[in-house]
């Protein structure tokens, strides 16, 4: 499948529908984590206090499900950023399993091709069993298409686009790191600081 010829990937009519669909779809897990709660709730009334010992790590499961899915639900306008300012590209071959489990994409650095820079995702508990490391693991993802650039953010789909994913180096979002300034050009610095990336 080849990517639109588009100038961001949110001019692509399939990509805005892809992107409402991994809003709505996150948010109704975050719905639904919530209501997980209620329900927690009304089986600790409804059982002998000795259960406890039972729903207790229940909970505990519960908890960690309702923040995965708050931090989905927080990256979705992360996506959107990134998808108004850059255009998609078809990436045969990038991804791949790094040798803790997680899912690695090795992509071409925007300014020297013949460098590679890798983005990684799903080093946290029940990631494993996640699209893009399932699928990956059995070999299912043979091409990627990625919006951003590598050395800072972007999103990565199964071609469609579908499965919309949102990467990023960690200096380019966390606060406590510091931000990449070299081997970057002016222009390329202000089209990641305008997808929403830390730039030095």
Known sequence: MTVPAVRTAYEDPATRWAWRRAAS??????????????????A????????????????????HIALQALVLVLTVNRLR??????????????????KNGTTRFTLADPEAPD?????????????????????????????IWFAGDPRFLGVVAAPGPRRLLSVAQKEAVDDRTAARRRGVSPEARERARAAGARVG
């Open 115 to 143: 460098r590679r820079i890798t983005l990684k995702w799903g080093d946290w508990l029940g990631s494993g069993v996640t699209f893009w490391v399932r699928e990956v693991k059995a070999g299912g993802v043979g091409e």
């Open 81 to 98: 950023r990134v998808l108004k300012v850059y255009p998609w590209q078809s990436c045969p071959g990038a991804a791949s399993i790094a």
């Open 44 to 63: 600790v009334v409804l059982t002998p206090v000795w259960a406890l010992w039972i729903w207790m790590p229940v909970l505990f499961v519960l908890i």
């Open 25 to 42: 779809f996150r948010l109704g897990v975050v719905l639904l984590s919530l209501a997980s709660f209620v329900a927690w709730l009304y």
